[in-house]
C-alpha cells in the first residue's frame, strides 16, 4: 500500500475513533476523499473509491455503490480517461443490474459528456443507446426523445450517417418520437446532410429543444458541418452536370484527333 494511501486511512481512524462510526466502506469513503482533495493523489483516490463500491455492493448498498465509482471516474477525469470512462461504465451497470435506473440518469450523462470531450464517439453512443432504454423503461417521453436527438447527433459528430438514419428509423416509432419537435429537428438536420444544405442544418440546430439538451451535446451540435462538395440530393456525388462535362470533354478529344480542330 502506497505512503499516501497509508496516511489517508490513518486520517480516517482517527475520525472514526472521534465519531464512533466503524462501518468500513464509509470509512474507505472518507479515506479515498482525503487522498483526492487533500493529498492530489486521483489514481490511488479512485482505487480507494472502486474498493469502497465493493463494500457497499456486499451490503446490498447498490445506489451507494455505483455513487462511489463515479467519484473514481470523477478522480480520474484529467488523468486517465480510459479508465475514467471505465469506471462510468461500471457505475451504469450497477444501476443497471439492480433496476436502480432513476438514480443513474446524471451518471450516463457525465459518462457520455467525458466520451465527447474526450472524441470517444463509439462508447458515447453506447452510452446514449443505454440512457435511451432507461427513459423507456421509466416511461419518460420527453427524456427519451431528447436522447434519441442526441443519439443522431453523436452519430453525426462522428461522421457516420447511416447510423444516425438508423438511430432515427429505430427510434421514430417510440414514444411518439417521430411527431416530437426533437424527432422533426432530427430529420431536418438529416435532410440537410443529404442535401448539402447547411444552412438549413444550421438553423434546426438553433432550435430551442437543442439548447436544452445536455451541454456537452448542445456543443457537440453547433460543430456539426456538411460534408464539403456534398451536392443536393446525393451523398457526396458528383454535380448533376458532372456526367454532361465528362461527354463533352470526350467529343472534343474525338474532334481534335479528326483533325477539325
Known sequence: ??????????????????????????????????????????????????????????????????????KAAKALETV??????????EACHVYEDEN???????????????????????????????????FSKLDQKPNFCKQ???????????????????RFSMSAGQFGFGQSEEGAIAQTILEGFQNGD???????????QVQFLDNEITRTARELKVPPGRAPGGRGGPPPDAPASEEVKQLQEEIEEEGFL
Not at 26 to 39: P, Y
Not at 80 to 89: A, G, M
Open 198 to 208: 447547411q444552412a438549413s442544418v444550421d438553423a434546426a440546430l438553433k432550435r430551442t
Open 80 to 89: 486517465d480517461v480510459p479508465q475514467c470512462i471505465e469506471l462510468y461504465d
Open 148 to 166: 434519441a436527438l442526441s443519439s443522431v447527433i453523436i452519430f453525426l459528430a462522428k461522421g457516420d450517417e447511416n447510423g444516425a438514419e438508423g
Open 1 to 70: 500500500m502506497q505512503r499516501h494511501t497509508i496516511t489517508a486511512l490513518k486520517l480516517t481512524r482517527r475520525q472514526q475513533k472521534r465519531t464512533g462510526n466503524s462501518n468500513p466502506a464509509k470509512a474507505l469513503d472518507a479515506a479515498a476523499t482525503i487522498t483526492a482533495q487533500q493529498l492530489k493523489q486521483p489514481a490511488q483516490a479512485a482505487a480507494l473509491y472502486r474498493e469502497t463500491a465493493q463494500f457497499f455492493l456486499a451490503q446490498g448498498s447498490h445506489d451507494r455503490a455505483g455513487e462511489s465509482l463515479e
Open 100 to 134: 436502480k435506473l432513476r438514480f443513474g440518469v446524471e451518471t450516463f450523462k457525465r459518462a457520455i459528456g467525458v466520451c465527447l470531450r474526450n472524441k470517444k464517439y463509439d462508447k458515447a453512443i453506447e452510452f446514449s443507446s443505454r440512457l435511451s432504454d432507461c
